[in-house]
């Protein structure tokens, strides 16, 4: 395994694949990205088996299972980062109040 962390966007293949159980529902969730390619590039990437298939579904495997719970942490705790500095950067109010001597001029 190199270095650099797999593209975020195979790692949200793989989430949706393992929630659904389904490489077909992931790729309906997520739109045509060739999902079942890059399940196999990311299990290549590991050098493990991350799902067994079945008829009409997937299951994981116990390092597909480990990846899932681990991913779905970490995914969870970018999506609470990104609302957090979102609302940061929600425009102030400013309150101004003038006397009636200002408001008159």
């Known amino acids: 395994m190199s ?18 159980g389904s490489l077909q529902a992931a790729a309906s969730e997520l739109g045509p990205s060739a999902v ?15 799902f ?9 495997t116990v390092p597909g299972n480990t990846l ?3 991913l779905a942490d970490g995914f969870r705790l970018i999506e609470s980062a990104v609302r957090e ?11 101004v109040s003038a006397g009636p001597a200002i408001v008159a001029k």
Do not use: G, M
Not at 8 to 19: E, P
Not at 36 to 49: E, F, M, N, Q, W
Not at 85 to 95: C, K, R
């Open 68 to 70: 899932w719970l681990k």
């Open 85 to 95: 500095v979102h609302t940061l950067q929600a425009p102030a109010e400013i309150a």
């Open 3 to 20: 270095e650099s962390l797999p593209h975020l966007t195979v790692l949200r293949v793989f989430k949706a694949s393992a929630r659904n």
């Open 52 to 60: 067994e298939r079945r008829v009409r579904a997937v299951e994981l």
């Open 36 to 50: 079942s390619h890059r399940i196999h590039a990311l299990a290549a990437y590991l050098d493990v088996r991350l």
